[in-house]
């Protein structure tokens, strides 16, 4: 393999593939990177051999073709030091290579491509989704805080994909909060679904730049691949049933606060200092045209209220949330002014932007209460 590439280019496209490179994997030839040349291009390829990321990139000269695995930490550390000018590559024996540039050179260690596992992609007939990128990016970033860290229900860890013809809809929950994001930008060819782990959620999110436009999904029942510019995400999928989140929706809640999201988000941080460290939790008092905020720490004799003018219509009503939930949720709205429907004190209040912004935000949330004294 020999090759002339510039260092920030190169260093940009291993910097994205990198978070698949496991810090401790049972195979060692993991913590490597595939480099691949062939016709002008070099693929870079990363995996856990759960998570697979792969990148394409044009190279300024390339004399021979080759593949080989090169260590990914020692790779990066020389890269992140070199300013941006001409690297060249290029193998000097059977079991080394040499990056070159102005002012010196490096001689570092491979391994054969041979020894790389094969990476297996979603099969010819998988079903195939295209989501404008930003879509994508918003639809995880609006849920995946929502996911949750079980043992027991794996299907929980990750992001639900609900696909139709008519719209897509991502949900997370952790049994105490549930998170819709619905986008009617994306219409599957046939209703289908898979839920996408968080870690990899996470990775595509931070992955897909700004240049991108589109995203192809393709996926089957164990695995799917994300694909955008050059650059190609494949993962395993959680393997289960989602449970039937619309049935958790409430309809009825008629007790309804209408209120400016950054004000109640202020308001609830600004009491929940006073709250019970271990609970976190805070109790909403609701009367017509005031909402009433209120923590208290009974061990350490800490207590905080505020009161704020609000649109409220219904029953007087009291109760009771976890506050970092409730934080999260308005944290991660993004609309201007927002309305809660409650039905009584026992039952999940339904949290949605106002009439005035529900044809642009495709967010809603669903919070369970807690019984307060």
Known sequence: MKLNISSTNLLKALLDVSKAIPSKSP??????????LKEGKL???ASDSELTLRTCIEVDAAEEDGAIAIPARHMIDLLKELPDQP???RTTSDSAFECTWASGNSVLPYFPADDYPEIKSTPADALKVEFPAETLVEGIQSTIYATADDEIRPAMNGIFFDMAPESTTLVASDS???ICYTTQDVKAPEKAS??????????????IGKDAETVEVCFDSTTAQFSFGGTTMICRLVVGKYPKYRDVIPSGNSNILQIDRQLLLNTVKRVAVCANKASNHIKLTLKEGQLEISAQDLGFALAAYEKIAC???????????KSTFLTEILANMGCNSLVIKFADARRAAL???SEEEAATEKVCGIL?????Q
Not at 27 to 36: A, D, H, K, S, T
Not at 194 to 207: W, Y
Not at 311 to 321: H, P, R, V
Request: net charge positive; hydrophobic share 55%; aromatic share 10%.
């Open 87 to 89: 690297l060249g590559i």
């Open 194 to 207: 898979f839920i996408l782990h968080k870690k990899p959620a996470g990775v595509l999110r931070s992955i």
């Open 176 to 178: 105490h909060k549930l």
């Open 351 to 353: 949290i949605l932007p």
């Open 311 to 321: 649109n409220y219509q219904g029953a007087e009503l009291s109760i009771g949330f």
């Open 27 to 36: 195979l060692p030839i993991l913590e490597n990177f595939l480099f691949v």
């Open 368 to 372: 369970m209460p807690i019984m307060i």
């Open 43 to 45: 693929e870079i390829t």
